[in-house]
């Protein structure tokens, strides 16, 4: 109880005398109320997570199944195998596709990254007009259904000559990729003292020579965050892919759809392994970088 | 001024690689301009014909002319999909007369002359479908998509009930997505709650663990769901090794809206609880005690207290998971089957598989409105700065 997450139980039950009796189903109710209450939270974490749990075992399954066989239950070590990380690992088409996600994913998130921190500097600045309307237009990419981006890409890129090019695929994903830089560099910003830039400009420090020697380190986690999200959205992006893409730009999600849609192998489970491992990883990249920031811990996104 | 130009060079790149190509696929909604570029004499003839019986034999004439240059320079198809789309047949129709009009010889008039090579040449409806196809700027795809007809007095109506496609669809995306958002909401709301009233440290950790989903593959964690639900999958081959259920018995669970239903809330949960929290870890703890304290039951306090604070994170976490939703397009169609596709899917299969481009950006239309309204919304009640992304 007085472990209990919300301070308020302990005082309740302490001011309503116990001996009572009409406080002691009140007493019963609330002690129930919290263990339900902790029940509702254990289970909706449960959701959250054990799908994500869930595949790390079965993708040392020894058989093509996509369940725990009875062998792997009783921990026989025949019934689990890394065989489908071998077939992973030596299938040459995940290979060209990792290739091909890591070019389009850098290369757009250079571009987002450098666009969008200019943007997200422009954005904070007080003289900035039109904000509200700039920065909706310029957050768009994010909530707009993504197959109406993509058909919209698709359509107009295909007329350009961009259709199943690696470009085609870097301009659009760096569109998607902006409004996440521009969302943290903002909130970074936000705890940003300009006043350490008057300073400067009164020891004579020029515009550029500010920007890169002391606004730049300052907002960096902010900047490297953006960028990670970037990285991030274009690494799993596969509608736009879908359309706009040919056989030449087959990204790793792209592979996986494919996979998915025909015939799911327990391959994919063994790639979805790495991928969480990635996920886990930039999350703890962007922790990291948070408690780095200049802004207090919790403002940042 | 300095902050117009460090902003510009974003707009201008968002403007042209995003918003240029979202306004010319809604410019397809209602304007084509294929079979008027294809048949620009026959178009110009048909526009002065009053509609009644069949037009002179200069339509006839034009049409010939127009149709051999439109298979020498393979324009044909585009042009004879469109008009195939307002009548079916057509498509066949135009194929076949240009390809035999090459071999076939003047019986004196143009109009004998196509008569000879499909009796629909002589049909009142064939030209009427060629000029309503060969109208540049047409509401007709607008019309489709609503499931709406031109009645044949002219006015307009919906269709019978048993044809009705897409507004069965469109009440679909609202309510799965209704759904998905009440359902977040129930299940995020203790989770957020929990997370903002923990000691600094489990607070962190917890919110970490709502951010693993989060920034998981979304292919990852469909993946998951389909090793999860399906068939032969981990719940029912558990439910079947504890004898719960008899091995022929085993639930459908995934492929159908079950799927969809616990796929996409999985999916945009994180949406939920992260704007929760944020409101949630601004309401001063001692609240619900001074509340109870006062002699309030704890329901009453988190009624009267408590839940009212949270009132701006329920909405901003809502209209989020809401927008993301009625958009939705990866999970349905992975895991949805045919009884869980929403309007997304649609507008997809128009522009792969049916050709049929004007009607997905009409769709398209329909939903970028939808959207637009709702994402206003936001950005004034919420504030699209307050955005949370971790």
Redesign the interface.
């Known amino acids: 109880m007085r472990s209990a997450?919300?301070?308020?139980?302990s005082?309740?039950s302490e001011?309503i005398p116990p001996s009572t009796k009409a406080a002691a189903p009140?007493f019963l109710g609330?002690r129930l109320?919290r263990y339900g209450?902790?029940a509702?939270?254990v289970?909706?974490?449960v959701?959250?997570?054990?799908?994500?749990l869930?595949?790390v075992p079965?993708s040392f399954n020894a058989e093509p199944?996509?369940?725990?066989t009875e062998g792997m239950l009783r921990l026989d070590p025949d019934a689990w195998s890394l065989r489908w990380y071998n077939a992973v690992l030596n299938d040459e088409a995940w290979g060209r596709a990792l290739v091909n996600s890591l070019l389009i994913g850098v290369a757009s998130t250079i571009?987002a990254t450098a666009?969008?921190t200019?943007?997200a500097?422009?954005?904070a600045?007080p003289?900035?007009?039109g904000r509200?309307l700039?920065?909706?237009?310029?957050?768009?990419?994010m909530?707009?259904?993504?197959?109406?981006?993509a058909?919209?890409?698709?359509?107009?890129?295909s007329?350009l000559g961009l259709g199943q090019t690696h470009a085609g695929l870097i301009?659009?994903h760096?569109?998607l990729g902006?409004p996440?830089v521009?969302?943290?560099v903002?909130?970074t910003l936000a705890g940003f003292d300009r006043t350490v830039l008057r300073a400067a400009a009164s020891l004579g420090a020029g515009p550029m020579r500010r920007f890169f020697r002391i606004q730049l380190p300052i907002i960096s986690p902010g900047v490297f965050s953006g960028g990670l999200?970037a990285f991030?959205a274009s690494?799993?992006e596969?509608?736009v892919v879908l359309?706009l893409g040919g056989l030449e730009q087959r990204t790793i999600?792209r592979q996986?759809?494919a996979g998915?849609?025909e015939q799911?192998s327990p391959a994919?489970?063994a790639l979805?392994v790495f991928?969480?491992a990635f996920?886990?990883l930039?999350?703890l990249t962007?922790?990291w970088l948070?408690t780095r920031s200049a802004s207090a811990p919790?403002s940042?996104? | 001024m300095g902050a117009l130009a460090l902003v510009l060079p974003l707009l201008a790149f968002v403007t042209l690689s995003f918003v240029v190509p979202l306004a010319t696929l809604l410019s397809k909604s209602a304007y084509q301009p294929e079979v008027s570029e294809v048949f620009p004499e026959t178009m110009h003839v048909l526009a002065r014909w009053n509609g009644e019986g069949l037009p002179p034999e200069a339509a006839f004439a034009a049409m010939a002319g127009e149709l051999a240059k439109a298979l020498d320079e393979r324009a044909l198809p585009r042009a004879s999909g469109a008009i195939n789309r307002v009548q079916g047949g057509m498509r066949g129709v135009l194929n076949l007369t240009a390809r035999r009009l090459a071999r076939t010889d003047f019986a004196g008039t143009w109009r004998e002359t196509l008569a000879g090579i499909s009796g629909d040449w002589l049909q009142p409806r064939t030209w009427l479908a060629i000029r309503e196809a060969g109208a540049p700027f047409t509401l007709r795809h607008y019309l489709q998509a609503l499931d709406l007809e031109r009645k044949e007095d002219g006015s307009i109506g919906f269709r019978p009930e048993d044809s009705r496609v897409y507004t069965p669809l469109m009440w679909r995306t609202l309510l799965v997505s209704l759904g998905v958002t009440l359902l977040c909401l129930l299940i995020g709301y203790p989770i957020a709650c929990m997370i903002a009233n923990s000691p600094p440290k489990r607070s962190r950790l917890l919110l970490l663990l709502v951010l693993v989903p989060f920034w998981t593959s979304l292919l990852v964690r469909t993946t998951a769901w389909i090793v999860l639900l399906q068939r032969q999958g981990v719940i029912n081959g558990l439910l079947v090794g504890l004898g719960i259920l008899p091995d022929d018995a085993r639930l459908q669970m995934i492929y159908n809206m079950t799927g969809t239903f616990v796929a996409m809330t999985h999916v945009l949960l994180p949406f939920m609880v992260l704007p929760l929290y944020s409101v949630m870890r601004s309401i001063p703890p001692s609240h619900m005690p001074a509340a109870v304290s006062l002699g309030a039951s704890p329901l009453k306090a988190f009624r009267r207290v408590y839940l009212p604070q949270t009132l701006p994170g329920i909405g901003a976490g809502s209209l989020l998971v809401f927008i993301l939703a009625i958009g939705y397009y990866i999970t349905p169609a992975l895991v949805g089957g045919r009884t869980g596709e929403l309007i997304s899917s649609q507008i997809a299969y128009h522009v792969q598989t049916s050709l049929n481009w004007g009607l997905a950006a009409a769709l398209s239309s329909i939903l970028l409105v939808a959207v637009t309204v709702l994402y206003l919304i936001y950005s004034r009640v919420v504030g699209i700065e307050r955005m949370r992304l971790g």
Do not use: H, Q
Not at chain 1, 47 to 52: E, S
């Open positions: 997450p919300s301070a308020g139980k005082l309740g001011g009140s609330r109320g209450f902790n509702l939270c289970a909706g974490f959701f959250l997570l054990a799908p994500i869930v595949i079965l199944y996509f369940t725990f571009l666009l969008g200019l943007a500097l422009g954005l600045s003289s900035m007009p509200s700039v920065t909706a237009v310029l957050i768009s990419p909530i707009t259904p993504i197959v109406i981006v058909v919209g890409v698709f359509f107009f890129y007329g301009l659009a760096a569109a902006a996440f521009v969302i943290t903002t909130a999200f991030a690494f799993d596969v509608v359309f999600p996986m759809w998915i849609r799911i994919i489970l979805a991928l969480i996920a886990v930039a999350l962007v922790e948070r919790r940042a996104g």
